[in-house]
């Protein structure tokens, strides 16, 4: 008999992320998608009897780095036995693109104690986008949501000078900025106690143009 359901998770309290109070039912999974909250009779592929247990969507973690981990554990076991299932990365103003060649030994000291000793990065990426294509080529288990971090940012384009920033120089880090947006950032994350965000400059507000 052909089965309705991949897989059936029964009798669960079902937890839907809405603010709803629980309620008792069954969850029919096909083709890697649910299609059916309720009550199901018909076969599975598997069936999953979760009576007593919570059953709910993967909770997202809202600030981690583990855009600096993934590449060396694409697995991401820390994140998927905890039901994390999405991940915000970049935060803290930094991230792992974008990369002016030129400056790219300062970033690799600065991320090194957050990377996995004795794994070959490559870092044959420059923009954003290049960094999640080999993430993505690579097979990970947990969605990313990238941020592209102001401290990265200015590392490609004066390093850890703590000038500030010249109009030219202005100029390129918003270039970067806005192809890091265009390439599927979700937004700019700063660190403003962290070198190099603590180098820049406060502008007042007046002085901006009106929008």
Known sequence: MTSSFDLVIKGGRVVDGAGNPWFKQDIGISGGKITRVGH??????????????????????????????ILAYPDAESFIMQGVTTAVVGNCGLSLAPINPDSLDLLKRYVAPALRPGFDYGWEWRTLAE?????????????????????????????????????????????????????????????????????????????????
């Open 131 to 211: 960094y999640y294509q080999k993430v993505e080529r690579q097979g990970i288990s947990l969605n990313l949501a990238p941020l592209v971090g102001q401290g990265t940012i200015c590392l490609a384009v004066k390093g850890f000078d703590s000038n500030e920033a010249s109009k030219a120089e202005m100029a390129e880090m918003k270039r970067l900025l806005a192809q890091s947006l265009d390439e599927g950032a979700l937004g700019m994350s700063t660190g403003l106690i962290y070198p190099p965000g603590c180098y820049s400059a406060l502008k007042s507000l007046s002085n901006w143009p009106a929008a």
């Open 40 to 69: 199901i009779a018909e076969n599975a592929g598997k069936t999953i009897d979760a009576k007593g247990m919570v059953v709910s969507p993967g909770f997202v973690d809202l600030h981690c780095h583990t855009d600096r981990s």
